[in-house]
């Protein structure tokens, strides 16, 4: 039996890639990595560009999109964006000729093996999405770069097998931080990122309606730790009664390595 496969190959402000498999059917969220080391990390699952079905993009930020020109310039790697997204990677990369498939938020479509449903979420750009991916037997979603939790980002991902999450920053770290008020202002707005209080409520919604493994994601580097984030997470998973490690896995997404492959 084929399976989901899921691997981060980067989750950070400093870069952002995630892969998921299905059979022949591979698929990038983001390519906010150099195409040197996307090159590196499919080849150590065995895969190379060439293999890609397509990147899907959730926005145009350069975190998320910072390999996007290589890939299709020496790969012809088919891009797949919402409608206000897609125009702008068709202005930034003169590579693309105007050619990024579109989509409107919300859209639902067939990708090889994987039906994929996207959905918009609230983030301070013209237009920002998730996704939610099955394969008619397991289901994940992929909810990063958020401000704060919507009843469409809830509807969307209660349910799914696996949930890949923000978990940004602590908002004690950021508050006393040496970031600059404007920007502190901006990651804490309700169209800003997903603080660790935040996200271990969306988990906490998630493992009620049945998610059995939660990856934590794009934690910041000055804001956060692996572990503030896993303590404060699984701390709210403990008040709600389900036991970390049984009842639901929950992990911490590397910043700049692979993450190990999670089989759904």
Known sequence: MVFIKVCTLASSSSGNC????????????????????????????????????????????????????MLVKYHGTQILAPHIVARGLC??????????SCFEAGAEFVLGELAVKSFPTPHDTPESVGYRFTDGKSSLVFVTDIGCITRTVLEAALGADMAVIEANHDVVMLKNGAYPSYLKRRILSERGHLSNDDSGSLACRLAGAGTKRILLAHLSKENNTPRLAFDTVGGALGRQGAVVGGDVELETAPADTMSRVYII
């Open 91 to 100: 202005g930034c990369f003169q590579e693309l000729g105007g050619s990024a």
């Open 18 to 69: 995630t892969l998921v498999s299905q059979g022949d059917t591979h698929l990038l969220i983001d390519a906010g990595i150099s195409l040197r080391r996307i090159t590196a990390s499919l080849k150590a699952l065995g895969l190379t560009p060439g293999d890609l079905t397509g990147v899907l993009v959730t926005h145009e930020h350069s975190d998320h999109i910072g390999g996007i020109r």
